[in-house]
T-cell receptor, first 115, second 114 residues
Framework: GAVVSQHPSWVICKSGTSVKIECRSLDFQATTMFWYRQFPKQSLMLMATSNEGSKATYEQGVEKDKFLINHASLTLSTLTVTSAHPEDSSFYIC???????????FGQGTRLTVV | AQSVTQLGSHVSVSEGALVLLRCNYSSSVPPYLFWYVQYPNQGLQLLLKYTSAATLVKGINGFEAEFKKSETSFHLTKPSAHMSDAAEYFCAVTTDTGRRALTFGSGTRLQVQP
């Protein structure tokens, strides 16, 4: 089956610093990757859609300058939380779709805690 | 635009009892529907999906769901609950075969009592 690997699984950072989260499709090429944010006991909210080789498309209300997304290759997308603040603490999950296949494969998520 | 509504944020059943998790969707075009399970601090695992083929879809771990267009529903069922089924379940919808993200419901936490 298709595997999406997310790294790190958890990270603690100081307020004001930046954190990079990686999302890799290990055994398939993902032309499109998605980044979600999940608050405790809540559903997944789409942050942005990342297409290889082009700028990400952000959902309304998501600050593109704060959440930098790069999709430099068909197997790697990164999310950088810049100048992190405690309110950015959340569970971030990426997913990737394999071409025209309707199934989305999810990474294991990254728990970000900003102190 | 599409959306899903999951009725019941918490469902509690006894081990061995029927599991029924409800999902209703809204879509102006034929939808693709999914059920995912999430264990604490983990990503999502696909249970099953409806992609306009058979309306009764069988998934992993004994789960199944039936697509009912007239009721705009895609309820998840399992005949006999197991303790290991305790988790958060999400219904999701998309209307695109590849490039559009999934829209998730609010989730239902399933508790299984011994």
């Amino acid at each position: 089956g298709a595997v999406v690997s997310q790294h790190p699984s958890w990270v603690i950072c100081k307020s004001g610093t930046s954190v990079k989260i990686e999302c890799r499709s290990l055994d398939f090429q993902a032309t499109t990757m998605f980044w979600y944010r999940q608050f405790p006991k809540q559903s997944l909210m789409l942050m942005a859609t990342s297409n290889e080789g082009s700028k990400a498309t952000y959902e309304q209300g998501v600050e593109k300058d704060k959440f930098l997304i790069n999709h430099a290759s068909l197997t790697l997308s990164t999310l950088t939380v810049t100048s992190a603040h405690p309110e950015d603490s959340s569970f971030y999950i990426c997913s990737a779709r394999r071409g025209l296949n309707t199934e989305a494969f999810f990474g294991q998520g990254t728990r970000l805690t900003v102190v | 635009a599409q959306s899903v509504t999951q009725l019941g944020s918490h469902v509690s059943v006894s081990e061995g009892a029927l599991v029924l998790l409800r999902c209703n969707y809204s879509s102006s075009v034929p939808p693709y529907l999914f059920w995912y399970v999430q264990y604490p601090n983990q990503g999502l695992q696909l249970l099953l999906k409806y992609t306009s083929a058979a309306t009764l879809v069988k998934g992993i771990n004994g789960f199944e769901a039936e697509f009912k267009k007239s009721e705009t529903s895609f309820h998840l069922t399992k005949p006999s609950a197991h303790m290991s089924d305790a988790a958060e379940y999400f219904c999701a919808v998309t209307t695109d075969t590849g490039r559009r993200a999934l829209t998730f419901g609010s989730g239902t936490r399933l508790q299984v009592q011994p």
